[in-house]
């Protein structure tokens, strides 16, 4: 159970850096509403995949949750985070 532990903390670790990347990525490039949003939902089930496959597709093994489980894990409390980034970052750029 420790295991399940350390690499669910270690996904949410992930997830967290890379939506704050994506993020800022997203506000650079200047993409609003919509656009973003739809931005925001492929990487985030891009890094689900990625995660699965380096998981060998045997998420239940490694995280104790199904590949789908695994893919929108964490989708509505990392937006925050991916909001926050996406506002400072396009801001930054484009209006100041």
């Given at each position: 159970?420790?295991?399940f532990q350390k690499n669910m903390t270690q996904?949410?670790?992930l997830r967290t850096v890379m939506s704050l990347a994506t993020g800022a990525l997203c506000g650079i490039?200047?993409?609003t509403g919509s656009l973003g949003l739809a931005f925001y939902l492929l990487t985030s089930v891009i890094i689900?995949?990625?995660l699965a496959?380096?998981?060998s597709f045997d998420t239940k093994s490694f995280a104790n949750t199904s590949i789908f489980g695994?893919?929108?894990q964490g989708?509505?409390?990392q937006a925050?985070?991916?909001?926050?980034?996406w506002t400072l970052a396009y801001s930054l750029v484009y209006i100041y």
């Open positions: 159970m420790e295991n996904i949410e670790l490039l200047g993409l689900g995949v990625a496959g380096w998981m695994l893919i929108l989708l509505q409390g925050l985070s991916f909001i926050m980034t």
